[in-house]
Nanobody, 123 residues
Framework: QVQLVESGGGLVQAGGSLRLSCAAS????????MGWFRQAPGKEREFVAA????????HYADSVKGRFTVSRDNGKNTVYLQMNSLKPEDTAGYYC????????????????WGQGTQVTVSS
């Protein structure tokens, strides 16, 4: 049982940076594996990044590897997606998600979702 609210999106120029936040409800946050997904207009939702409960394991989509970094702060019940060297192709709604299990790239294995925050990268 967790509720997620994303924030931090906006409009940036190519090459810029943003940090997305996902605030979770309650103190059960640390029990969940977290992931980030994105969905551009007219396209399927795609995996971006995920990390384990402990933070000891992370996995990134090839399209963002080396540019994006995930982290979590259990004390603040918040997860983050640091986005650097942004490209126009990164333009999408970004969603955080949680599941009670191992890290996964499959959106259908996640149980809880935020409502998303929009990231727009201009040329």
């Amino acid at each position: 049982q967790v509720q997620l609210v994303e924030s931090g999106g906006g409009l940036v120029q190519a090459g810029g940076s943003l940090r997305l936040s996902c605030a979770a409800s309650g103190r059960t946050f640390s029990s969940y594996t977290m992931g980030w997904f994105r969905q551009a207009p007219g396209k399927e939702r795609e995996f971006v990044a995920a990390f384990s409960r402990s933070g000891g394991y992370t996995h990134y989509a090839d399209s963002v590897k080396g540019r994006f970094t995930v982290s979590r702060d259990n004390g603040k019940n918040t997860v983050y997606l640091q986005m650097n060297s942004l490209k126009p192709e990164d333009t999408a709604g970004y969603y955080c998600a949680a599941r009670n299990g191992l890290t996964s790239t499959n959106q259908y294995e996640y149980d809880y979702w935020g409502q998303g925050t929009q990231v727009t990268v201009s040329s």
